[in-house]
């Protein structure tokens, strides 16, 4: 069983910049590969961005790629999402997710393990 907390959310203004954290406990969070996935009010959970284990590869949704950074630092058992450049239409509710394998990262079905979420709520 792996617990997911997320933190960082908030309220910005476009233009602005905040960073998520995800703090994992209950097994060995190397062996995890971690997402972000957001969540928009009357809308479907999306991907977001992904990191293999060791955090040398990175994955990213198009909306969000050159102006997310996700990375992980396993001694902190921590992964984090660092979002800049932000618009209005990533208000959401963002969330981290664990899984064992990297197969079709992009679907959260494949994600054994989530966080509760944390709001980023973005004003134009």
């Known amino acids: 069983q792996v617990q997911l907390v997320e933190s960082g959310g908030g309220l910005v203004q476009a233009g602005g910049s905040l960073r998520l954290s995800c703090a994992a406990s209950?097994?060995?969070?190397?062996?995890?590969?971690m997402g972000w996935f957001r969540q928009a009010t009357g809308k479907e959970r999306e991907f977001v961005a992904a990191?293999?284990?060791?955090?040398?590869?990175?994955y990213y949704a198009d909306s969000v790629k050159g102006r997310f950074t996700v990375s992980r630092d396993n001694a902190k058992n921590t992964v984090y999402l660092q979002m800049s450049s932000l618009k209005p239409e990533d208000t959401a509710v963002y969330y981290c997710?664990?899984?064992?394998?990297?197969?079709?990262?992009?679907?959260?079905?494949?994600?054994?393990?989530w966080g509760q979420g944390t709001q980023v709520t973005i004003s134009s």
């Open positions: 997710a664990a899984r064992r394998g990297s197969a079709d990262y992009i679907q959260g079905n494949n994600y054994a393990y």
């Open positions: 209950g097994r060995t969070f190397s062996n995890y590969f």
């Open positions: 990191v293999s284990w060791s955090g040398a590869s990175t």
